[in-house]
């Protein structure tokens, strides 16, 4: 068989780029353009920094440096548009001089900056959609690894949490709240205009240059059956400024837990005294171990203590050298980030290039090559996941009594374990032991590249081909020696496995757009887009895992007694895309806006009868303050009323979801032989297609008093509908369930920003705040069906998504006439178990089937969220905190589960102490007694009910950074600026379930997974509070 | 523009097929693509009868009970089925074990469905044909006798589904039923070759005879399932194993043997084809030494848990003296840690073979044995009035238990003697509840059963001071109600 891999199904795909070369290399028009330099200060001289330099009518540009300095190459009679935030924009006809000092007068004008925007760029003022960009900026200083880490907070309408604290990892980015039932709802992201198919929580975030967050159909239609999640396009750092500009970031600190905020377990007098009770209240005789607990005192063990990091150290180095030469702008940036998990054995290391050039061949032709290759290198232990999965969830429960380690310090390696006469019925090891043992390793080396040509024959007429790379090469080991494990009851030693896997995705892009510019008497002004796509992915994956190892050092595959051969296999995804997308942009003086945009896509994820997609979209703009009416009112400095329609898609659908597939592994056995087998293992379904969401935007943009106060404001409503669905079907027919488009779910929200300039002058204080309330029901699911249910959630018509599902906990029985005259479970209510709302009242407490008593107990949903960013500088100094937080959102506490087992196999929150005793000896009502074996006490651990939810809401201080600036050069720098950053500074939350009440994450059974169970912690890595020292050369 | 003449090879460029599966498009043409769908139809049986017959048939029975650990929770759906208490509402259960069992049934018929559809337009060599359309045929009709058995009405699914619209099918009375059996058996029995012929471990005629004849004698039909059974002896392909020990298959040998009529195919090994159930039917908690002497593995594990499937003291009371089968069928383990003062507990002997990983083992499930065509043939006779006749076969079965000829000469006194045989000589092979049901007997043994443990749940291996749960006994039924969770997806469960 032919290697498909390299095959890569380019065919006549890239034919426009190869048309496009000859034509370009074909023109000979010349024309000479000048390097031109200067220097941008304010009226009160001061230099500007950051003030953008671009020549109107192309997307050329550039920025001033840390004095004020810029270069940039520019022809005669091109109009150069100076511009700084807080400053009035001047426009210069560019006349051939070396030299331009320019000084732009205060004014607070930010509306004539340049936003990226899909395939292209706008003039922020003209944008009819709801777009939002951040630049490097307001980014630069969070000694965090990932950019959604650092996007937190500052984005009207985009919920971020991390939901783990893992190097690297966790980020759930979800923009205007879209979910599915079971398609993706990430955003899609655009690199420099290409659309990876990775994620980008392993991107440099030094790289970037600003990032726009498309939010409405107006602004995402242009992706097609890709944009109904939202787009986030991120720019990476051309080159600009003037000459070679060299600059070196680094930062160095250390993370820690903090105590507050972990939950409280018993110590190990209290466990004892808790088992002594539990033997007394049983009227068992007490194990010798517990007769006296206060044999223990001084002899704790605090199993989730030991596995912290206590000072974990991160360093972060970026080198970045831009230059802006005649005809030629080049940027690098190397990084190299190097950092310890507060959990012991994390490891995270990223090694990261990228260079961006472009060069002028000619004055109607610039090429350009980005090329980033990145390697990152990642051991996390086994920490997240449910009982048995994840060793902090082990730890957590795991007995205060079991030494951790031996008397001479070491860790103790013999099998942690009590007799069984103690009521210790599962095995532990020693999650320390496996903390350190276990290798769980991923190493990860990527390649994005683009390669691109402009060629504008006549002013305004430009045609743009590129061809995009993207390499993914990820390798995963995971060895689990004799010696170590993450599950639970699991003795050791333990049967030794190794996991190999490798994967390699390919994604390659073409895209030819042409782009044509008019302005027809001054006042009408019209760009029009037109373009043609083609992207293909292909992976490949292969793993082996091997068991049964004599020798634990040698982790081999021909060291394994045995492979496994049901988890050995190789697997291959692949899809392809084609698409025709057209927009047209219009406006009159600037002052009436619209913008209509479309694109066709054809996927071969698409059934045979649906494979092409039609996703137009339509916005319109009022700038209400140009007209001559509002004149009258000085107050308003700006006002836009805009609004948007369109309809877009979500392609996440799985690969080969259409298609009834036969399942080759189903083999039979016949005495001694095996004989291959077969079945069909899916329904075929040609009509599936794309989940379709129509979404309206209404916005506001609103400036007053000289932009001191510039507002925003959007309302949106979407409709999902052929929401992709596995509709569960009756198995007589084989087949669990159907892959159909169908249901539908509603959203709609409100979202506000705010940014202030609430003191000018010495000290300027800024503020940006936002708040958005998202809502979503659920209007309809598959026909005759009107609820999926999860393990610990329901998602039901007429409901919002995903709903905590439960028993409601009313107390405990108080004695035997309460039991005798209350509902109850026949034959396992006593006075001190759980006493239940019978929710049906049949008399009888049942949990699922037809006489169920579950109903919805939580939401974990926040009503809003909302974020607050304060900078204020004074001469050389500057400090800056942001906030972010979400209210009225519950999560469900998995642990409970364990950490308040009555049967007492495990350690026990602390408040179980306070448990029921005796009527005369209730407790907290929360808590029920310990007799009556598992069959009664199991009901309140093993019955999801209203205990296990948490208020979730919380504000946290994401970051308080305090800098100084040396504006006077050394010998060694131009300028250098320290500065002291605290990365998750304070969380505020009445949250007792964990250290994190960001943490989410669904279970494995019908039901759960991704949106449908959201809001679960099952005890993740902590995110830890992060101290920095960092400085700023520039050379 | 420069897009024009560039997309005439779109839709290729779509065209993509996944590259690690094939599609049912291109299947179900060839001889191995048959034989290859003949074959995923055994496979759901291994679930079957590793994880829930025994749950159903033999622990719903007073021949084993679970060893109730008081430390261990979320033991319910078995126990249960030990204390016939299952939750019922409208007809309808909760009980994950009896909604598996369906499950995994309706996946053997839609593999047979999908087989029985496409093979007559296949074009391939017809004695090949016969063999798998029969085996297709066997499998389909064994898959709904344990429907017809469990419930006595399931619906009808006799093609293959391809839309939504078709998964849910209409109810099948007991008729419809006992109808589909009958033809897909007769089929059967047709097209399959004889034990002689035929592959090691696949169905056979003489299979599809017994299965055929157990559904006659449910059905009172004792001339028909005498003809059939004669037939089957009079094949000469079976015989007894004269030592009782050895009928049993060991984790690697002794599979198919002369006594097998048929049986679930396990393999040890990493492959996933291995069974479990020996573990499932330990007492616990039990240390790994305890657990050596009986696995014999070089790394046992502990076990944690409750165990099932432990031997009655009622079941051990009705081997006669000096029954040989009595000490291969049960043996004793001691289990130093478990809670129960007691201490020593039987085990069911017959499936406690020694073998090479800790929780991984090969020996075959006996779904019916030589032994049973015997007494089905001395059953059928006797309530044809051939008592004498009769008690040569039942005769045989006694002798190499070691036991005399039957003393029992008339009609009634035989019928006793034949159930007493069949229940020790088939004792754990998931018999005794669809004897006790097509009796009628069910609710007069285990309503007494019932109160012979409430009387002394101490020797049914609870804790001193521990009960059955209030609600035990309570729901004795002859069919098991239909699965909720089936007739949440299909309005035509009742």
């Not at chain 2, 097509?438 to 109160?451: H, S």
Request: charged share 20%; glycine share 8%; aromatic share 12%.
């Amino acid at each position: 068989m032919k290697n498909k891999f390299y095959d890569l199904r380019m065919g006549n795909r890239t034919g426009g780029l190869l048309l496009a070369l000859i034509f370009f290399l074909s023109s000979v028009a010349m024309a000479q353009a000048q390097n031109l330099r200067g220097k941008v200060s304010g009226s009160d001289g001061e230099p500007l920094i950051g003030a953008a330099i671009t020549i109107v009518g192309t997307t050329r540009g550039a920025t001033t440096d840390g004095s004020g300095n810029f270069a940039i190459d520019v022809k005669n009679n091109e109009t150069l548009r100076f511009s700084s935030v807080g400053f009035t924009s001047k426009d210069v006809v560019y006349s051939g001089q070396k030299t331009l000092n320019i000084s732009l007068a205060a004014d607070n004008k930010t509306l004539n900056e340049i936003v990226v925007v899909g395939y292209g760029s706008q003039v922020k003022k003209e944008i009819t959609g709801a777009v939002q960009t951040i630049g490097y900026k307001e980014l630069k200083d969070l000694p965090v690894t990932q950019i959604g880490q650092k996007l937190q907070g500052q984005l009207a309408g985009v919920q971020i949490n991390q939901t783990t604290g893992q190097p690297g990892k966790g980020m759930n980015i979800r923009i205007r709240g879209q979910l599915s039932v079971s398609a993706g709802s990430d955003p899609l992201y655009v690199v420099d205009g290409f659309p990876i198919t990775g994620t980008i929580g392993a991107m440099n975030p030094d790289e970037i240059e600003d990032i726009s967050v498309l939010k409405d159909a107006a602004s995402t239609s242009l992706y097609g059956s890709r944009a109904a999640n939202g787009v986030v396009l991120i720019t990476t750092k051309k080159g600009k400024g003037s000459g070679t500009n060299v600059s070196f970031n680094v930062y160095t600190g250390f993370q820690q837990v903090p105590m507050k905020g972990r939950v409280k377990m018993m110590d190990a007098v209290q466990f004892a005294q808790f088992k002594k009770e539990f033997y007394e209240d049983a009227k068992q005789p007490v194990p010798v171990e517990f007769q006296n607990p206060s044999q223990y005192a001084g002899k704790n063990n605090d199993w989730f203590d030991a596995l912290i990091n206590k000072n974990a150290p991160i360093t972060s180095y970026n080198l970045s050298i831009t230059s802006n030469k005649e005809k030629s702008r080049t940027s690098l940036v190397a990084g190299v980030l190097d950092q310890k998990g507060v959990v012991i054995n994390t490891d995270y290391k990223r090694y990261s290039l990228r260079l961006n050039s472009a060069y002028d061949i000619s004055d109607k032709v610039t090429i350009g090559f980005n090329v980033a290759p990145q390697l990152t290198y990642d051991n996390t232990p086994r920490t997240d996941g449910d009982r048995g999965t994840g060793i902090l969830f082990n730890a957590l429960h795991t007995w205060p009594i079991m030494p951790i380690y031996e008397a001479d310090g070491t860790t103790l390696t013999k099998f942690n374990r009590f007799p069984a006469s103690t009521g210790n019925i599962f095995a532990y090891a020693n999650w320390v032991r496996s903390a350190q043992e276990l290798v769980n390793e991923t190493t990860t080396t990527n390649l994005l590249t683009n390669a691109f040509m402009e060629y504008e024959p006549i002013k305004g007429l430009k045609f743009k081909s590129s061809i995009n790379g993207e390499i993914l090469r990820t390798k995963f080991f995971f060895f689990n020696p004799s010696t170590a494990t993450s599950a639970i009851n699991t003795p050791i030693p333990t049967t030794a496995v190794s996991i190999r896997q490798n994967i390699e995705n390919l994604s390659w892009l073409n895209e030819n757009t042409v782009t044509f510019n008019k302005t027809i008497n001054e006042d009408h002004k019209l760009e029009l887009l037109g373009g043609y796509t083609n992207q293909y992915f292909r992976q490949e994956s292969t793993q082996i895992q091997a068991d049964t190892y004599s020798d634990d050092r040698l982790p081999t595959i021909q060291g394994a007694i045995n492979i496994n051969r049901g988890s050995t296999n190789s697997g291959v995804q692949e899809w392809a895309l084609t698409s025709f997308l057209a927009r047209a942009t219009y406006n009159y003086k600037g002052k009436y806006l619209l913008n209509a945009a479309i694109r066709r896509d054809g996927s071969s994820r698409f059934g045979l009868n649906n494979r092409w997609g039609t996703f137009p979209s339509v916005g319109l703009g009022w700038v209400v303050s140009d007209e001559a009416f509002m004149q009258d009112m000085p107050a308003v400095s700006f006002m836009k009323i805009r609004g948007s329609f369109g309809e877009i898609g979500n392609n996440n659908i799985g690969n080969y979801t259409q298609y009834a597939l036969i399942n080759n592994t189903v083999n039979g056995v016949f005495g001694n032989n095996v004989a291959a087998g077969a079945s069909v293992s899916s329904l075929a379904n040609p009509n599936l297609g794309w989940e379709k969401t129509r979404q309206l935007d209404l916005g506001l943009d609103l400036n007053l008093w000289n932009d001191r106060v510039n507002f925003t404001y959007d309302y949106y409503q979407k409709n999902t509908s052929n929401l992709l669905y596995s509709v569960q079907i009756a198995q007589e027919s084989g087949f669990g369930n159907f892959n159909d488009n169908i249901g539908e779910i509603k959203f709609w929200g409100h979202e506000f920003g705010v940014n202030t300039k609430n003191t000018t002058g010495a000290v300027k204080w800024t503020t940006n705040a936002n708040i958005s309330f998202n809502r979503n029901v659920v209007v309809a699911l598959a026909p005759g069906i009107d609820r999926v249910y999860g393990t610990f959630h329901i998602t039901k018509v007429g409901q919002p998504f995903g709903q905590f599902y439960g028993l409601i906990s009313q107390g405990m029985y108080k004695n035997q006439a309460d039991v005798d005259n209350s509902p109850k479970i026949p034959g396992r209510s006593f006075p001190g178990t759980i006493k239940i709302w019978d929710a049906n009242g049949d008399g009888v407490i049942t949990y699922g089937g037809n006489n169920d008593d579950r109903v919805i107990m939580g939401n974990p949903f926040p009503d809003f969220v909302y974020g607050i960013t304060n900078n204020v500088t004074y001469k050389t100094w500057d400090f800056n905190v942001i906030g972010s937080g979400s209210y009225g959102n519950q999560m469900l506490v998995r642990h409970i589960y364990s950490t308040a087992n009555l049967d007492g196999p495990f350690n026990l929150l602390e408040e179980v102490a306070n448990r029921w005793r005796s009527e005369s000896n209730p407790g907290l009502g929360k808590y029920g007694t310990t007799v009556g074996g598992g069959n009664v006490t199991g009901i309140e651990r093993d019955w999801i009910n209203s205990r296990f939810i948490a208020d979730a809401s919380y504000f946290t201080i994401r970051n308080i950074t305090l800098g100084y600036t040396f504006t006077k050069p050394s010998k060694v720098y131009k300028s250098l600026r320290v500065y002291a950053s605290c990365q998750q500074a304070f969380v505020f939350t009445n949250y007792w379930g964990g250290p994190n009440p960001e943490a989410s994450s669904g279970g494995g059974n019908t039901g759960d997974g991704g949106n449908l169970s959201q809001g679960v912690d099952f005890s993740s890595y902590p995110v830890p509070r992060t101290f920095t020292l960092g400085a700023n050369f520039n050379f | 523009m420069l897009a024009v003449g560039l997309t005439g090879c779109t839709e290729s460029f779509l065209d993509i097929a996944p590259e690690t599966s094939l599609s049912s498009v291109t299947f179900f043409k060839t001889q191995s693509d048959f034989e290859q769908a003949v074959n995923a139809c055994y496979v759901p049986l291994r679930t079957i009868y590793n994880d829930r017959s025994w749950l159903l048939s033999e622990q719903h029975s007073d021949n084993t009970y679970y060893a109730r650990n008081t430390a261990f929770g979320a033991t319910e759906q078995q126990e249960d089925l030990a204390d016939f208490s299952i939750p019922v509402s409208n007809g309808l259960t909760t009980n994950t074990h009896v909604l598996n069992q369906y499950r995994q049934d309706y996946l053997i018929i839609a593999r047979a469905n999908q087989i029985l559809a496409l093979i007559d337009k296949a074009d391939f060599d017809a004695t090949a044909k016969a063999n798998l359309k029969g085996q297709a045929q066997f499998m389909r009709g064994f898959a709904y006798f344990e429907l017809y058995r469990y419930f006595n009405k399931a619906p009808l699914q006799l093609t293959p589904v391809t839309t939504r619209e078709g998964a849910a099918a209409k109810m099948g009375t007991a008729a419809d039923l006992e109808k589909i059996i009958t033809d897909d058996l007769i089929g059967a029995a047709a097209n399959l070759k004889p034990k002689s012929t035929q592959e090691a471990g696949r169905a056979t005629s003489g299979a599809a005879k017994t299965v055929l004849a157990n559904l006659y004698i449910i059905q009172k039909k004792w001339a028909e399932a005498e003809k059939l059974m004669k037939e089957v002896v009079a094949e000469g392909n079976y015989s007894l194993i004269p030592d009782y020990n050895n009928v049993f298959s060991t984790s690697t040998t002794n599979k198919n043997n002369a006594e097998s009529v048929f049986e679930v195919q396990f393999q040890e090994g990493s492959n996933g084809y291995n069974g479990t159930f020996m573990y499932n039917f330990l007492p616990r908690p039990m240390l790994e030494t305890e657990l050596k002497t009986l696995s014999g593995t070089s790394n046992p594990q502990p076990q944690t848990g409750e165990g099932n499937n432990i031997p009655t003291p009622n079941v051990i009371a009705a081997y006669e003296a000096g029954d040989l089968r009595k000490d291969a069928s049960i043996g004793y383990i001691t289990c130093s840690s478990t809670l129960w003062e007691g201490k020593t507990y039987p085990i069911i002997k017959k499936y406690m073979k020694t073998h090479s990983l800790n929780g991984n083992h090969g020996m075959n499930w006996p779904v019916y044995r030589y032994s049973e065509v015997l007494l089905f043939l001395a059953e059928a006779l006797n309530e044809q009035g051939k008592t004498a006749e009769a008690a040569t076969y039942m005769n045989m079965v006694r002798k190499r238990a070691g036991l005399a000829n039957t003393t029992a000469t008339s009609q009634a006194d035989f019928r006793t003697a034949l159930m007493q045989e069949r229940r020790v000589e088939l004792a754990f092979e998931n018999k005794r509840w669809h004897d006790l049901v097509r009796t009628d007997t069910y609710k007069a043994v285990i309503t007494a059963y019932g109160a012979e443990i409430k009387a002394n749940p101490f020797s049914y291996y609870y804790q001193k001071g521990y009960t059955l749960r209030s609600n035990s006994f309570s729901v004795i039924e002859k069919y098991y109600p239909m699965p909720a969770d089936e007739a949440a997806l299909n309005p035509n469960i009742k």
